[in-house]
T-cell receptor
């Protein structure tokens, strides 16, 4: 079974600064995706970024980027130029996949990020 | 309009009552999921369905049942609600195949259920 660990329950940073959220996972699978989801106070789960394990290049989406270290099973999220709207709970998630198989998401317990004005 | 909708958005009920939570999607996805979110535990999978004729239990299916009425509709039932089923419930959808968005799960807005 896969496990996802987020060791930082809460973080805070000043607006416009850069912050990095940590995530580690444990799996014996070779084919998988990693995701970061954001849950603002509205409680909607919003996809932030996705990384395919077979890709060496780190995924980026505007101010959001990841540092994917496959050998270390580490998947951190970096938020640059943080904004007040980035205040949310952030969840790291793992999904293995097989040809026509049973793809299911396993979530970490989340990191609550607060951006301070 | 939202691609994944859930009804109701909030519900308060009493112990022993039967409750149904509904999920509809207009994304054309074949796969649908029900998750439960509790504080400090992240999201946990209750049931999932890869097509209309396929229903599978997740890690915490006890006390729940589901029905996939159509490709676009997936409902979750609590046959006899109990207080420890008080939680935030999410429906999600995904598709499999070619394309950048495949295998990514997209979530509905959630249903907050309180069982007294």
């Amino acid at each position: 079974a896969q496990t996802v660990t987020q060791s930082q329950p809460e973080m805070s940073v000043q607006e416009a600064e850069t912050v990095t959220l940590s995530c580690t996972y444990d799996t014996s699978e070779n084919n998988y995706y990693l995701f970061w989801y954001k849950q603002p106070p509205s409680r909607q789960m919003i996809l932030v970024i996705r990384q395919e394990a077979y890709k060496q290049q780190n995924a980026t989406e505007n101010r959001f980027s990841v540092n994917f270290q496959k050998a270390a099973k580490s998947f951190s999220l970096k938020i640059s130029d943080s904004q007040l709207g980035d205040t949310a709970m952030y969840f790291c998630a793992f999904m293995s996949y097989h040809w026509g198989g049973n793809e299911k998401l396993t979530f970490g317990t989340g990191t609550r990020l607060t951006i301070i004005p | 309009d939202a691609d994944v909708t859930q009804t109701p958005r909030n519900r308060i009920t009493k112990t022993g009552k039967r409750i149904m939570l509904e999920c509809s999607q207009t994304k054309g996805h074949d796969r649908m999921y029900w998750y439960r979110q509790d504080p400090g535990l992240g999201l946990r999978l209750i049931y999932y369905s890869f097509d209309v004729k396929d229903i599978n239990k997740g890690e915490i299916s006890d006390g729940y049942s589901v029905s996939r009425q159509a490709q676009a509709k997936f409902s979750l039932s609590l046959e006899s609600a109990i207080p420890n089923q008080t939680a935030l419930y999410f429906c999600a959808t995904s598709t499999w195949g070619q394309g950048l968005s495949t295998d990514t799960q997209y979530f509905g807005p959630g249903t907050r259920l309180t069982v007294l």
